[in-house]
């Protein structure tokens, strides 16, 4: 069934009325695009599911706008959640908390905990005030696929499928929220993203990060899918004589490759077609999804190069790096997000 999909950056009134018919609208967040729907409805977060084709255990995020009172929604809320929330919120920060189990139960796929955020982004609170309902949204890509940071690459996934794309321009961090459970009497971070371990720290003194231990069922289980893979051929090295290797053996094979890598190293490849991941990590994750569907259109392999730069937004770079690549230390091993 295909349908036309409005792009527009205003129409918050039709918005309403499709989340409020149960329809799935995408909307602009200041991570990446977010495939939205009424939290509260079974059968709009399954929407959401199939239209994804979403595994049935990966969990959503609820969005709400800045005034919505989060104690509708969780049942207990830790003294130090308060100074996080005050400190980074709207932003770039979801916290998964013990649910009150008000939304459809398929929102957090049978645990008893609730990821919630707040976007920044003023298109994603002009929605998510019209709406004034708890938004269930992944990001808008089909499962395993690239992040969308602009509303075209929603459209390349979703056109036809979707009634509207609430379009907010590039969205700028580029890299998903960091999800943060804050269940425990120390902050873990579930999944790296732009608001990192010490800037977490600098405010509630303590911060881990979690990783599963062998055999160990995440606890965030979308951290055990593939994500982020390029449609084309791909390789991933940490050494840059390696990566010219395969690009001239791609050349003899009469392809197309394109090196993705930090600015640094992109110098050294005068001539070659690279894509400039740039020099910070914060200009690293927000180029990243675009280089990589970029690179996914122009080449017949895409050959990643692992930066060399550290601190900061890198954790949360080199995280989806590893995945987008099926590097080492990534952790697909079966289905997606
Ligand atoms: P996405 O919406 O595609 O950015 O993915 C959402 C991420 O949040 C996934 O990594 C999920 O595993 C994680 N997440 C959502 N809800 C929960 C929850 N209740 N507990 C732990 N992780 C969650
Ligand atoms: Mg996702």
Do not use: W
């Amino acid at each position: 069934m295909t349908m036309e999909t409005i792009v527009s950056s205003t129409a918050f009134a039709r918005a309403r009325a499709y989340i409020l018919a149960g329809e799935v609208v995408a909307f602009h967040t200041e991570t990446v695009y977010g495939l939205g729907a009424n939290a509260y409805s079974d059968e709009a977060v399954k929407k959401i599911f199939a239209l994804k084709g979403r595994p049935s255990d990966n969990p959503l995020i609820v969005h709400i706008h800045r005034d919505f009172d989060l104690l509708r929604l969780i049942d207990f809320d830790p003294p130090y959640a308060e100074k996080l929330r005050r400190a980074f919120l709207p932003g770039p920060l979801t916290m998964v908390y013990p649910s009150k189990g008000k939304v459809s139960a398929l929102v957090s796929c049978g645990l008893n905990t609730l990821a919630v955020r707040v976007p920044a982004s003023k298109t994603a609170q002009a929605f998510l005030r019209e709406v004034n309902l708890p938004i269930a949204a992944p990001s808008a890509n089909l499962s395993k696929h690239v992040s969308p940071v602009t509303a075209q690459h929603v459209l390349d996934d979703f056109g036809g499928k979707i009634p509207l794309i609430l379009d907010g321009g590039k969205s700028d961090g580029g890299i998903e929220s960091t999800v943060l459970d804050v269940t425990g009497d120390v902050p873990m971070i579930l999944r790296e993203g732009l608001v990192t371990r010490e800037m977490i720290a600098s405010v509630v003194g303590e911060c881990g990060v979690y990783a599963p231990k062998k055999g160990e069922k995440p606890k965030s289980p979308g951290i055990a899918h593939a994500h982020y893979m390029p449609r084309c051929k791909t390789e991933y090295f940490s050494d840059e004589a390696a990566a010219r290797a395969c690009y001239e053996e791609e050349i003899r094979m009469g392809g197309k490759p394109y090196l993705l890598c930090e600015h640094e190293a992109a110098e050294h490849f005068n001539g070659l077609c690279v894509l400039d991941l740039g020099r910070t990590g914060e200009e690293m994750a927000s180029r990243l999804y675009a280089l990589l569907r970029e690179g996914e259109k122009r080449a017949t392999r895409l050959i990643g190069i692992e930066p060399k730069k550290k601190g900061g937004a890198m954790a949360g770079v080199l995280n989806r790096l590893h995945r987008a690549f099926g590097a080492e230390d990534g952790t697909n091993q079966t289905e997606s997000s």
